[in-house]
């Protein structure tokens, strides 16, 4: 099993462009979650998806949108990247104990 | 009170010695607890769950004191390869799918 895996691992974008982060996850857990992690500074919840076909804004959603293409699929779009945004971003699924299973993250920078 | 709270350290110690870690909780129906491990700029990984009689894994123990409402992580022989930040989560529960972070405690191990 590969557990929670994301793409792309390193990404630059100029202010103003869009992309997307993928993640996906083989453990068929229902539930998954995108964080964001600034330097010396703790895991922040972006948006999360408790099953497939609902998803919920966290703790910092602005500038963000999600979809929870399939149960193993939860991906995250930036449509206007800003330098605030300039992160590492994680993915996780969370397991029978409500443990939570971390993909190795993207990092991402916006100039 | 802040939900979850830990010193975040850093705590310097040398090869062999013996180190703990406290994290104080606010939310005192919580049953279990995890504590995670995170090396720099990687993904946190699971080093080990906590419930009412502890837990322990070779040189690592965790402790719960529901009166004082705080867990612990006791590392022995403190090894090089133990630096890292150690995370404290209470994970979700009662309805809620969100898990609660600490920022962390910084581990030095030093020859």
């Known amino acids: 099993n590969a557990g929670v895996t994301q793409t792309p691992k390193f990404q630059v974008l100029k202010t103003g462009q869009s992309m997307t982060l993928q993640c996906a996850q083989d453990m068929n857990h229902n539930s998954m979650y995108w964080y964001r992690q600034d330097p010396g500074m703790g895991l922040r919840l972006i948006y999360y998806s408790a099953s497939e076909g609902t998803t919920d804004k966290g703790e910092v959603p602005n500038g963000y949108n999600v979809s929870r293409l399939n149960k193993r699929e939860f991906s995250l779009r930036l449509e206007s990247a800003a330098p605030s945004q300039t992160s590492v971003y994680f993915c996780?699924?969370?397991?029978?104990?409500?443990?939570?299973?971390f993909g190795p993250g993207t990092r991402l920078t916006v100039l | 009170r802040k939900e979850v709270e830990q010193d975040p350290g850093p705590f310097n110690v040398p090869e062999g010695a013996t180190v703990a870690f406290n994290c104080t909780y606010s939310n005192s129906a919580s049953q279990s607890f995890f504590w995670y491990r995170q090396d720099c700029r990687k993904e946190p990984k699971l080093l080990m769950s906590?419930?009412?009689s502890g837990n322990e894994d070779g040189r690592f123990t965790a402790q719960l004191n529901r009166a004082s409402q705080y867990i612990s992580l006791l590392i022995r022989d403190s090894k090089l390869s133990d630096s890292a930040t150690y995370l404290c989560v209470v994970p979700a529960s009662g309805g809620s799918y969100i898990p609660t972070f600490g920022r962390g405690t910084s581990l030095i191990v030093h020859p």
């Open positions: 996780a699924s969370s397991g029978h104990y409500n443990e939570q299973f």
């Open positions: 906590v419930y009412s």
